[in-house]
T-cell receptor, first 109, second 114 residues
Framework: TQLLKQSPQFLSIQEGENLTVYCNSS?????LQWYRQEPGEGPVLLVT?????EVKKLKRLTFQFGDARKDSSLHITAAQTGDTGLYLC?????????FGAGTTVTVRA | KAGVTQTPRYLIKTRGQQVTLSCSPI?????VSWYQQTPGQGLQFLFE???????NKGNFPGRFSGRQFSNSRSEMNVSTLELGDSALYLC?????????????FGQGTRLTVV
């Protein structure tokens, strides 16, 4: 059973469109991390959010941590083909990271 | 600086055999975590080692074991392989344990059990 549920599981959009990926849990986390993984590679950390209600922006990517520190979202503005990949959220508590199943994002040219 | 190195990159084993995977963390990192990644289950936490001690363990059978050496390099062993053990095995290194600091992942070892 996944502690963190990500939605949607798959997302296919045209270049230039916006997208949002959600990460939800009934557990409270001390921090939440977002990773992107490309085929044949390990996940690469994009951002860590720590404070409830926190919003972080990384160029065209906006990350939000829920007020109760149980959920998070990732919003990409004007997606590019280079944004294609598997997006994973991971919550830290009890001295370990628990990962969601991931959202596969495909950006078509 | 050099990243996390996992060897081998690919392995094919037969049911019933055992396998050992290796992970060399980033220099200075003392925490190494292992994950199993499959299409259906995503990343599942196996265990974490910090300064040669297992700090945390996931819900995997005892066939899965690991250890960490004094130079922080870690090995993972799977005995009596089953078809369901086919997966990408990832290790991640970090400065501190427990997901409190950034985790850097290796490229993984793709294990196929036939």
């Amino acid at each position: 059973t996944q502690l963190l549920k990500q939605s949607p599981q798959f997302l296919s959009i045209q270049e230039g469109e916006n997208l949002t990926v959600y990460c939800n849990s009934s557990s409270v986390f001390s921090s939440l991390q977002w990773y992107r993984q490309e085929p044949g590679e390990g996940p690469v950390l994009l951002v860590t959010v720590v404070t409830g209600g926190e919003v972080k922006k990384l160029k065209r990517l906006t990350f939000q941590f829920g007020d109760a520190r149980k959920d998070s979202s990732l919003h990409i503005t004007a997606a590019q083909t280079g944004d294609t990949g598997l997006y994973l959220c991971a919550g830290a508590n009890d001295y370990k990271l628990s990962f969601g199943a991931g959202t596969t994002v495909t950006v078509r040219a | 600086k050099a990243g996390v190195t996992q060897t081998p990159r690919y392995l094919i084993k037969t049911r019933g055999q055992q396998v050992t995977l290796s992970c060399s963390p980033i220099s200075g990192h003392r925490s190494v975590s292992w994950y199993q990644q499959t299409p259906g289950q995503g990343l599942q936490f196996l265990f974490e080692y910090f300064s040669e001690t297992q700090r945390n363990k996931g819900n995997f059978p005892g066939r899965f074991s690991g250890r960490q050496f004094s130079n922080s390099r870690s090995e993972m062993n799977v005995s009596t392989l089953e078809l369901g053990d086919s997966a990408l095995y990832l290790c991640a290194s970090s400065l501190a344990p427990g997901g409190t600091t950034e985790a850097f992942f290796g490229q993984g070892t793709r294990l196929t059990v036939v």
